[in-house]
């Protein structure tokens, strides 16, 4: 091989190094963003997208469970009474539940698309811990709602006092389980609202449920993002009822945002904090990470309801705007009446989950766990899909006594719980080894990228690590004939460092010419570079006359 071939092939690879580093610099900053886009162009939702039937129909069996307080010692609810109220927890009623959506229609300008969720739910038996039969006593709240919009007049107190005595109403009501969920159940004010007040009063009949079972209309009308533009777009609410904000809270409180629960954004880190629309909340609920788990051998992260999703300014200033009419709530409760037509209902994780502890004292029934009532989301941070849901949130009914109205008078303030639901979901081991593609490969593209740094540093620095190698291990004459030509370029050995003013000594002629001498030291290669300091002058002196003061040396102008 040529000299000019090899120049040629170690240029060639020099140049490959440099171009293998450049690569691998790229992905690095890269690749995750390159990978999300292709695979935002193949999972984007459309009629022929691979995520299409899925999210049209949920391929995994649903769960609906649904508790609810028996309130046992109502006859013991009255000012100086002296005993705390007594509720205890009935259920799981399990419900399986079969979703759909319905009127679905593309809105391309947008990237966008309108539907309805429409579901049935199948009561369950053997996965229930109790019947449809069981009755249960509840707070009665149309009798309280009447009663609180008739007491600025009069008139309206009379008017709601007469209706009492006439339907025989009373604090509370009973009815059974089936009743007071989807079936629902006829209420004397409720027809009688009809007549006088139609546009207050939207059903006929009072349920928790009601009437949801079957209904397009309960969750509202729904636009979200297909994510065919941004994939991190993907399955966030656009506008709910066709409005980008509520109205039930102010500011940010009342946008519309957040995911409906099938779609979360990708590439997620262990500070972020996701997003939920929750329609019969009117408002995005906030999940912040708290711990990385496994699903079937899946890393995921999990994001938790804390009390940022219950607060109203006292921990977290941005969620001040969630107090209503200048009313805040302590900590673990969120009013959501101007959601529920006007009703007193709060919101809070259930048996009062991270809410403050006068919610417990003033009552007895309820203990909140962790396990049990903790409102999480389980997702694979690199494609930002559900693995694992669990948990929900609590209605509680906020009873005050209502200045002359007979029953309501002689009552104390109490925050009464009423019924708290939770859906249960955790993917199959099948879908979740669809699922950890994903981090692979990512992890692959991580793997190449670092190849490629590797390979190029290799290739890069190969000759130049030969040559000072070879350089090293080469005989001391050789050394001296590199070094001879740096003192054309005026190096000054009384500026050098220690070891290179080893190596010159400097001498002025008679001519007035600096003579620079270049004084070699003994070398073994066994040892390296040094000086025997046992050697003798003489014959040191015969071993730095290599150059000597009065030969020919090099001369520096």
């Known amino acids: 091989m040529t000299s000019r071939v090899r120049h040629c092939a170690r240029l060639g690879i020099v140049v490959l190094g440099i171009f293998c580093i450049a690569s691998g610099i790229y992905l690095f900053r890269n690749w995750i963003e390159m990978f999300t886009r292709m695979r935002g162009k193949e999972m984007a939702l459309s009629p022929t997208s691979r995520s299409y039937e899925g999210w049209k129909i949920s391929p995994l069996p649903l769960n609906f469970d649904v508790y609810i307080f028996n309130w046992t010692n109502p006859e013991d609810f009255y000012v100086g009474s002296g005993i705390k109220p007594r509720f205890q927890q009935l259920g799981p009623y399990r419900f399986r539940e079969s979703p759909d959506k319905v009127d679905i229609a593309w809105h391309n300008q947008n990237d966008s698309v309108s539907f309805h969720k429409k579901a049935w739910f199948y009561f369950d038996a053997a996965g229930s811990n109790g019947s449809l039969s069981d009755v249960i006593t ?147 609920v906030p999940l912040d990470y708290t711990e990385t788990v496994t699903v079937h051998g899946v890393t995921a992260y999990k ?109 104390p303030k109490l925050m009464i719980p009423m019924i708290w639901c939770e859906e249960r979901v955790r993917v199959t081991e099948e879908i979740a080894n669809d699922i950890a593609l994903v981090p692979l490969i990512v992890l692959l593209g991580q793997i190449v ?70 004084r070699l030291l003994d070398y073994r290669r066994d040892s390296g570079l040094r000086e025997e300091e046992s050697v003798g002058v003489s014959e040191r002196s015969q071993r730095e006359r290599l150059i000597s003061v009065d030969s020919p040396d090099v001369i520096v102008r």
């Open 138 to 284: 509840q707070v009665n709240t149309v009798t309280h709602i009447a009663a609180k919009r008739a007491a600025d007049s009069w008139v309206g107190r009379a008017g709601v006092n007469i209706a009492i005595r006439m339907y025989g109403q009373q604090l509370t009501v009973s009815r059974t389980a089936e009743e007071m969920l989807f079936k629902g159940y006829e209420h004397p004010f409720i027809k009688l609202g009809k007549v006088l007040r139609p546009d207050d009063v939207p059903y006929v009949r009072v349920g928790f449920q009601y009437p949801r079972n079957g209904s397009t209309s309960f969750d509202g009308d729904i636009n979200m993002f297909t994510g065919a533009d941004d994939i991190a777009k993907m399955g966030q609410i656009h506008t709910w009822n066709n409005m980008t904000h509520t109205g039930a809270f102010e500011g940010t409180c009342g946008q519309v945002r957040g995911s409906m629960g099938e779609f979360f954004p990708p590439n997620l880190s262990t500070n972020d904090s996701v997003y939920m629309y929750m329609p019969k909340m009117c408002r995005a």
């Open 303 to 411: 994001f938790s309801g804390t009390e940022h999703a219950v607060d109203n300014g006292t921990l977290y200033p941005e969620a001040s705007c969630y107090c209503v009419g200048g009313k805040c709530p302590p900590i673990g409760v969120i009013d959501v009446s101007r959601c529920s037509f006007n009703a007193s209902v709060y919101m809070s994780y259930p048996h009062f989950y991270k809410a403050d502890p006068r919610f417990l004292e003033d009552l007895e029934g309820l203990q909140p766990e962790q396990e049990k009532h903790e409102f999480f989301m389980t997702l694979e941070p690199n494609a930002g899909v559900p693995m694992d849901v669990g948990g929900g949130f609590q209605a509680n009914y906020f009873i005050e006594p209502v200045p002359g109205i007979s029953i309501y008078e002689n009552i």
């Open 449 to 518: 990228t670092g190849i490629l740094l590797a390979g190029g540093l290799i290739c890069t620095c190969w000759y130049p690590t030969r040559q000072v190698t070879h350089f090293c291990h080469s005989d001391p004459k050789a050394k001296a004939s590199v070094l001879r030509p740096l003192t054309a370029f005026g190096v000054n050995p009384t500026a050098a460092t220690a070891p290179v003013a080893q190596l010159f000594r400097t001498n002025t002629s008679a001519s007035g010419n600096e003579r620079v001498g270049v």
